[in-house]
Nanobody, 125 residues
């Protein structure tokens, strides 16, 4: 059974950076797409970024394009989200998600089976 554990969240000032990590256990991520979603207080969960299984193509929600970078290290079974130039509206709980055995993970839906427990990101002065 695939398990995902996120880390790296915290409190940061506007304009700062954070790097989130998602370590997988129980199954290899090598043949699966992965991504990050977030949920702000009182709002629906939204897709932020995803990375494909084989060629590493990346996809971003428009508000984070150019500020966030998703990457993966299959040898470490880990997915990362580098977040730069953070804004208060980036505040929320960030979740790692894996579309096990599939090449792509679409940000337009959250109907996936494997999620991490979430890590809190707070952007505030």
């Amino acid at each position: 059974q695939l398990q995902l554990v996120e880390s790296g969240g915290g409190l940061v000032q506007p304009g700062g950076s954070l790097r989130l990590s998602c370590v997988a256990s129980g199954s290899t991520l090598e043949n699966s797409a992965a991504g990050w979603f977030r949920q702000a207080p009182g709002k629906a969960r939204e897709g932020v970024a995803s990375i494909s299984a084989y060629d590493g193509s990346t996809y971003y929600e428009h508000s984070v394009q150019g500020r966030f970078t998703i990457s993966r290290d299959n040898a470490k079974n880990t997915v990362y989200l580098q977040m730069d130039r953070l804004k208060p509206e980036d505040t929320g709980v960030y979740y790692c998600v894996v579309n096990l055995g599939y090449e792509y993970l679409w940000l337009s839906t959250d109907e996936y089976d494997y999620w991490g427990q979430g890590t809190q990101v707070t952007v505030s002065s």
